[in-house]
């Protein structure tokens, strides 16, 4: 039993896409890093937000009502008075405002994760920790991959590797997959992009394949951010020197836009889906180099 707290904002269940087969996925609230293209804005604060859906607003007033500041409906999470105390989401009768980021005990989690135990044996699934960052959160992250390790349950984490290598390594000797972003070769441009350069995350990768760790490279690709040749060939250099075996690519998409607006915030990226050829150039050059190279 263990009551170590954590802070997530989602849990996901029956996942297909976060590690082979069906999967519970946890998703931890904080990530150090500012991807423009982020697909999932709630994740990125450590404290909770609040999604406000206007299309479903019955403008009844209750949560003004319930509001320690009676802050105006929709004003929820983007005022600065709000202190996120999760009222005026309770109160809300059209289920318009809804809380992402709450605290929950390993315990807590891991009942969640035990629902769907039958298919992860019958699928060769299991628990994906994903975030966010969940290396943010290296004491809980930890002791939630014990647990659900000592419970028979295939773990896989999902990680931009933007940590100090000792909570990098006290996690992934945990897990039995690891799902490592690289976002661009270039640490000028990684940075521009993300709000952090790439050095960090470069040499834990490194130290993450020397360790023997069962390491998968994730590379988004965003056309016009890390999708010209000289970034497709240093990308495909850099994982060749590093070692890694395969990496999946992530084209663009704008699914998430929807979630800036529910959080009152601009989607300002300006991306574009990779074409045919550049995707091609990037494979040809990964077989070169023996790393398998698959469209997820």
């Keep these: 039993m263990s009551r170590l707290v954590g802070r997530v904002f989602d849990i996901q269940r029956y996942s297909t896409h976060d590690g082979p087969g069906i999967r519970t996925v946890v998703f931890f609230k904080g990530c150090p890093l500012r991807c423009k293209w982020c697909s999932n804005p709630e994740s990125q604060r450590c404290e909770p ?12 007033g209750r949560c003004v009502k319930v509001c320690p500041f009676h802050i105006p409906v929709g004003g929820q999470g983007a005022d600065a008075k709000c202190t996120y105390c999760g009222n005026c989401v309770r109160e809300c009768p059209a289920k318009a405002l809804e809380l992402k980021g709450v605290t929950l005990t390993v315990d807590e989690v891991i009942d969640e994760v035990e629902r769907d135990a039958a298919f992860y044996s019958a699928s060769g699934g299991g628990v994906t920790l994903s975030g966010g960052e969940p290396l943010m959160q290296p004491e809980f992250a ?7 390790r000592d419970m028979g349950y295939r773990l896989a984490i999902e990680t931009t590797g933007y940590a100090a290598w000792d909570d ?3 996690v992934f000797d945990h897990v039995d997959l690891v799902l490592y972003d690289v976002k661009h070769a270039s640490p000028a441009m990684h940075e521009e992009g993300t709000g952090v350069t790439n050095d960090l995350i470069i ?4 130290k993450s394949v020397e360790e023997g760790y069962n390491i998968v490279v994730r590379a988004p690709f965003i056309g016009g951010f890390n999708t010209a040749s000289e970034n497709i060939e240093h990308t495909a250099e850099l994982l060749g020197d590093v070692g890694i075996g395969r990496v999946d690519i992530l084209p663009y998409h704008t699914y998430g836009d929807n979630k800036y607006k529910m959080l009152r915030r601009e989607y300002a990226f300006n991306g574009r889906k990779p074409t045919e050829e550049e995707i091609g150039e990037f494979r040809e050059l990964c077989a070169e180099k023996n790393i398998k190279a698959r469209v997820e």
């Design 49 to 60: 937000d609040i999604f406000f859906r206007e299309q479903t607003c019955l403008g009844c």
């Design 142 to 148: 930890e002791a939630l991959a014990r647990e659900a």
């Design 168 to 170: 990098v390594k006290r």
């Design 203 to 206: 040499d834990n990768l490194r």
